[in-house]
Antibody, heavy 130, light 107 residues
Framework: QITLKESGPTLVKPTQTLTLTCAFS??????????VGWIRQPPGKALEWLALISWDDDKRYSPSLRNRLTITKDTSKNQVVLSMTNMDPLDTATYYCAHSLESRGILTGYYSTSNWFDPWGQGTLVTVSS | SYELTQPPSVSVSPGQTARIACSGDALPKKYAYWYQQKSGQAPVVVIYEDNKRPSGIPERFSGSGSGTTATLTITGAQVEDEGDYYC??????????FGGGTKLTVL
């Protein structure tokens, strides 16, 4: 059974750096095909994809937040860490980490790969306020 | 940047069929996924790789695609199916994208 749990501060001040940890069990980031992603959701708003790290240390970031995000993994501790710099009240959201799987197939004649998420952690609400 | 477009809301009576569409230019070449999110809970995948249903998801949930549109269909919607539904896919560089979400009301 795969489980993930997010941890970190619930309150940060504007301009500070947010550091969130995702502790997981039931899979290993040493094994081909696995990964962990981060997604956030401002109160009452839609989900937003933030970042993804794969078993081979491939890292992908949201284009709009790329300059502020860093994702790393510690395979010995089964943890993934997301850092976001220069926090703003607009960054107030529930932050989720999730196990990432890879899909591969031929779609309309093209070889396609996609990373998707299942399952997700319970999420952690981070409020940005002075 | 790549976008997925969904209707903000869909409303059906219990037992009716609910359909939620998701449009995106890359969908012919990329898989679509559907997530259900109930109030105060983390999202759960109900359809993956366009039309596959995970174990434990009721058979009334199905997915399909045609061109640049993916569709989630709930045949015989139940009150417990109420919630927000998000389509998800990836862009050409492998970055994920969520649609804006659709609030499903069953009453």
């Amino acid at each position: 059974q795969i489980t993930l749990k997010e941890s970190g501060p619930t309150l940060v001040k504007p301009t500070q750096t947010l550091t969130l940890t995702c502790a997981f069990s039931g899979f290993s980031l040493n094994i081909s095909g696995g990964g962990v992603g981060w997604i956030r959701q401002p109160p009452g708003k839609a989900l937003e994809w933030l970042a993804l790290i794969s078993w081979d240390d491939d890292k992908r970031y949201s284009p709009s937040l790329r300059n502020r995000l860093t994702i790393t993994k510690d395979t010995s501790k089964n943890q993934v860490v997301l850092s976001m710099t220069n926090m703003d009240p607009l960054d107030t959201a529930t932050y989720y980490c999730a196990h990432s799987l890879e899909s591969r197939g031929i779609l309309t004649g093209y070889y396609s790969t996609s990373n998707w998420f299942d399952p997700w952690g319970q999420g952690t609400l981070v409020t940005v306020s002075s | 940047s790549y976008e997925l477009t969904q209707p903000p809301s869909v409303s059906v009576s219990p037992g009716q069929t609910a359909r939620i569409a998701c449009s995106g230019d890359a969908l012919p070449k990329k898989y679509a996924y559907w997530y259900q999110q109930k109030s105060g809970q983390a999202p759960v995948v109900v359809i993956y790789e366009d039309n596959k249903r995970p174990s434990g998801i009721p058979e009334r949930f199905s997915g399909s695609g045609s061109g640049t549109t993916a569709t989630l269909t709930i045949t015989g919607a139940q009150v417990e199916d109420e919630g927000d539904y998000y389509c998800y896919s990836t862009d050409s560089s492998g970055k994920g994208v969520f649609g804006g979400g659709t609030k499903l009301t069953v009453l």
